[in-house]
T-cell receptor, first 113, second 114 residues
Framework: EAGVTQSPTHLIKTRGQQVTLRCSPI?????VYWYQQALGLGLQFLLW???????NRGNFPPRFSGRQFPNYSSELNVNALELEDSALYLC????????????FGSGTQLSVL | DQQVKQNSPSLSVQEGRISILNCDYT??????FLWYKKYPAEGPTFLIS?????DKNEDGRFTVFLNKSAKHLSLHIVPSQPGDSAVYFC?????????????FGTGTRLQVFP
């Protein structure tokens, strides 16, 4: 069974640009979570989608947004990139709404120059 | 405000000995705690969890202890093996539907040497 897959694995952008990251959850999982891991910091919660709806978002500005598609895959969009957006973006999925255990993808390493 | 804190960024332990990784939290509403392990270039993988109704949970070489009064949990690895070398994240969540996101600590890098 395939795990959580994320694309691309690496990305280099410049300030002000926009980026879209993609995530495919484990088959049968309806919840998708996005986390940001900046250098020296823990995993910071970004967004949670379940059944196609945004259920919760972390303390990030509105230029961080996303969506979940009918097949439960998800996109994370970041507009007007800033240098501090450079980080590893991790997607995770779970099979129920009480996310006792998350399954993570390998992440997308975003560098903003 | 860091609600989950891992104050030791790194730990070095000899193979065969015990590794103890510590985690402190500030939110008394947290009722479920998890440990994740992360290798380079991979996503975190679930290791072990504990509910706030327990004070200990064991799974093979891994044991997690919870001290609710001190708002402290620890992960014990006995015996430590070189393959355990990774970054370990402590995570916690509060009950309820809309607040059940996981809050992660900053991680502790464990190195197990021969």
């Amino acid at each position: 069974e395939a795990g959580v897959t994320q694309s691309p694995t690496h990305l280099i952008k410049t300030r002000g640009q926009q980026v879209t990251l993609r995530c495919s959850p484990i088959s049968g999982h309806t919840s998708v979570y996005w986390y940001q891991q900046a250098l020296g910091l823990g995993l910071q919660f970004l967004l949670w989608y379940d059944e196609g709806e945004e259920r919760n978002r972390g303390n990030f500005p509105p230029r961080f947004s996303g969506r979940q598609f009918p097949n439960y895959s998800s996109e994370l969009n970041v507009n007007a990139l800033e240098l501090e957006d450079s980080a590893l973006y991790l997607c995770a999925s779970s099979s129920d709404r009480i996310n006792e255990k998350l399954f993570f993808g390998s992440g997308t390493q975003l560098s903003v120059l | 405000d860091q609600q989950v804190k891992q104050n030791s960024p790194s730990l070095s332990v000899q193979e065969g000995r015990i590794s103890i990784l510590n985690c402190d939290y500030t939110n008394s509403m947290f009722d479920y705690f998890l440990w994740y392990k992360k290798y380079p270039a991979e996503g975190p993988t679930f290791l072990i969890s504990i509910s706030s109704i327990k004070d200990k949970n064991e799974d093979g070489r891994f044991t997690v202890f919870l001290n609710k009064s001190a708002k402290h949990l620890s992960l014990h690895i006995v015996p430590s093996q070189p393959g355990d070398s990774a970054v370990y994240f402590c995570a916690a969540k509060a009950g309820g539907y809309n607040t059940d996101k996981l809050i992660f600590g900053t991680g502790t890098r464990l190195q197990v040497f021969p």
